[in-house]
């Protein structure tokens, strides 16, 4: 089901918490490597509900002051040339990211 669909990385909390706290997070800062980033914006919260669980996201914009090694990068242009789960997918046609 999964196979084949690219993900933007991610980090799961048990609640919500604030991008300030959330870079502190051991798994942020393996992520990002040491990259200095700056938080452009957040998403409004989004509900998905699965046949097994309820997912609720938040998705965070950041500026990076450089490229972080051994991580794939792609243009906001090119997005339309993979496939994302169906949350993702959701959310970048919902910002205009991805055409509709």
């Known amino acids: 089901m999964w196979k084949s669909l690219y993900q933007f990385p991610l980090i799961e909390t048990i609640e919500e918490t604030p991008v300030n706290k959330l870079l502190l997070l051991e798994e942020s800062k393996t992520l990002l490597q040491g990259t200095k980033v700056d938080h452009i914006k957040t998403s409004e919260e989004i509900t998905h509900t699965l ?25 906001t242009q090119q997005l339309d040339r993979y496939a994302f789960p169906r949350l993702i997918d959701q959310y970048l046609k919902k910002t205009s990211y991805l055409s509709v």
């Open 51 to 75: 046949t097994h669980q309820v997912i609720k996201a938040r998705f965070y914009h950041f500026a990076a002051g450089s490229l972080i090694e051994k991580r794939f990068f792609v243009f």
